[in-house]
Structures are given as structure tokens and as C-alpha cells.
């Protein structure tokens, strides 16, 4: 690899994956790694899944690509589809090429929209590689750290009972962007009534609540979307990752208050992959696929198993600090050894990621995933703890 650019800060192990399949990795000379990870969290479906490569081979026979002044009917129909599980049967799409872009667009429309408002966050989410999103700078952003204030005394972080919260200038504020569960990929869930106490005031102040599902969206914490454990009606939401099952595409979407909004409003966008065929009739696939084969209610129940057996691991080494996870989404926090634990699980077959900087692991398998790789992790994974408290 020595002429690739790999700057993802992570560190490049396996250089030679030339097949994969469902959660199953094989090198150049026949050997097999379970994938964790799910790529980067974006192949939701498994990796090479037969429905989702039948429509890639099926579309590309028929129109790859489109252009400013012309479009294909499979847009409208992709974008139905996403508008019933974000349950926005009046809302508009817009079909886009990553995560990162779908919060800048979602971020750039809210601006747009609230004009002189400020824009309210935590500190801990992660909202993209670039653009306005990416810096929040002290100008446009309200930038809130729920987890150190005088009211945090469940260990729960902030339940908008303290001074702090009593701070935050909901006058100037109005946009609340709210990535719901993974803080930058150390998976930690707000209060339930920090989060209604926000958006009540944002929606109060007739401001526009903000749903980044990058990482939480698509059937990721056992419901279509993070949102969906609170009581959020989201006015905009960014979808990526396993929305394409791994194929570069992502999602703006809008509510019908935002839609009639844009009536009166203009807002120009324009970049040369947007609303392009193939993706979506990936998405209206990954969509189809997930329903037909129940993997919401199959996330959720694997996740909650899994949870409580890495769970049963914790009771017997005290070397693990905490279990945070929701659905196939979760975090293992250790007081040390993680990047030990990170090394010996992938020289045993596994693929997890390591948190850079912190000593968490994350375990983020397809929804498709096998309940036997599941099992074979935890017993090796019980295995490798056990030797590094020794």
C-alpha cells in the first residue's frame, strides 16, 4: 500500500481482504475474520448481500447517473419508502453522497431557515469531516457538555436540573442538532428528560429540531432510527452509512413544515452525484430488505443478548468498566488493556474498532449477523479479558 493516502487516523492492519461475505472476511491466502465493525458501521445487511448486489447489477443495466434537468422515477419511489419509516409521510428527500454531507446539507438548510439563530449541540457528538457542521465555531453554535453539571448526580449526565442548563440562551437559539446515542463512537444516551426538556423549548421558540442518525439510523439501535427512543418529531434528518449497505449514499430528509418552508425560502445546493438513480434504488432495497426480514425486532433481540452476556463477563473482571449499548450498537469501556484486548481479538479472528484515544472498543455487527459468530466472540472475547487481568 505504499502509494494510498490513509489518513483516517486508524491504524491499517489487514492489507489484503479480497472477499467478503455477510459478517465473514477472507485475505489472499484463505483466512477468515468476523467483521465487528460492519466496514464502518455501513454495511447494516452484511457485506455482499445478495438482494442489495441483484439491484446494483439490475439498475446499473438501466441508468447509472442523471443530471440538473433530468431525473429517473426510481428517486420517487426510494424516497417514499425512506419517508414512511421516518414517519414524514409529507416530507421531501434529497439523495446525497455520504454522512458527513447529509449533516453539512440538514445543517446549511437549518442556517438558511433560522436565519440569525444560533445552532445548539452537544459537546461530544460528531457531526461530520467538514464544512460548517464540522467546526461549530463560537459564532452560529451553542456548544453544551451534558455530562459535567451540578445535576449529574445519577451518573447519567445532565437531566436539565442545573445552573448550567439554566445558561443556555434558548432566546437566540434555533436549532437543536442532536446525534442521539453514539458521542462520537462512545455510544452514551442523553436523558430522556434532557432531551424533552431541549426540544420543548426549541419547538416553543418555533425553532427546527435537527436528527443526526448517521451512525444511529437504519435499524442500528434496534429501532429505524435513535430518534425514536425519545419523543422527537424531527424536523430534519441525516441518514448515511447503512442506508447504502456499504455503497456511498446518503440522505437529507425534510418534514412538511420545512417543505412549506422552502416554498418561501430559496436554498441552492448543488454538487454532481445528487439524487442519482443507483443509490437509491439501493436504498429503496436496503429499505425492503430490512422489513421483509424483520431485522428491526432481530436487532433489537440480539442486541439485548448480547449486552447481557458481555454483561455476565463484566460481573467476573473487574477489568471492564462499563457496558453502554443500544440494539447492535455497543461500546465496552475498560480501566486499561484496551488496545491489548483490540490486538488479540483481530489476531484471533475478529474485527472490533478501538476508540482512538479512549479505552472503549466498539462492536457494531451487520443486522444480519449469525448468533454463532456472536457466541464464539464472547467466549473469546471472555477468554482474552481474562488473560489481561492476569
Known sequence: MKHIIWSTGHELILKDIVKAENCDLFDSKGNKYID???????????????????VFFSQI?????????YC??????????????ANLPNGKCEFLCSGSEAVEYCVRLAKTLMKDKK??????????????????GDTHW????WHKCSCNNRDIGCIAECEEFS??????????????????GLVKFPSKK????????????NGLLVMNEITTGVGRTGKWFGFQHYDLSPDMIAIGKGIGNGYPVSLAVVSEKVSDLLKNQAFLYAQSHQNDPLGASVVKEVIDTIIDENLIDRCSVLGEKLKS?????KENNSLIKEIRGRGLMIAVEFKKEARYIHAELLKRGFVVAKRSGHEVIRIDPALTVKQMDIDLFLKVFAEIVEEASE
Open 36 to 54: 465487528l465493525e460492519s466496514g464502518v458501521w455501513c454495511t447494516s445487511l452484511g457485506h455482499s448481500n445478495p438482494r442489495i448486489n441483484s
Open 61 to 69: 443495466k438501466k441508468i447509472i447517473h442523471t443530471g440538473f434537468n
Open 72 to 85: 429517473s422515477p426510481i428517486i420517487e419511489k426510494a424516497a417514499l419508502k425512506v419517508l414512511e419509516i
Open 119 to 136: 445552532l445548539l449541540a452537544f459537546t461530544d457528538g460528531y457531526f461530520g469531516a467538514y464544512g460548517e457542521a464540522s467546526k461549530r
Open 142 to 145: 451553542i456548544n453544551y457538555n
Open 167 to 184: 445558561k443556555i440562551p434558548f432566546d437566540q437559539i434555533g436549532v437543536f442538532v442532536f446525534e442521539p446515542g453514539s458521542s462520537s
Open 194 to 205: 434532557l432531551i424533552d426538556s431541549i426540544s420543548t423549548k426549541i419547538k416553543d421558540n
Open 309 to 313: 452476556d458481555l454483561n455476565k463477563i
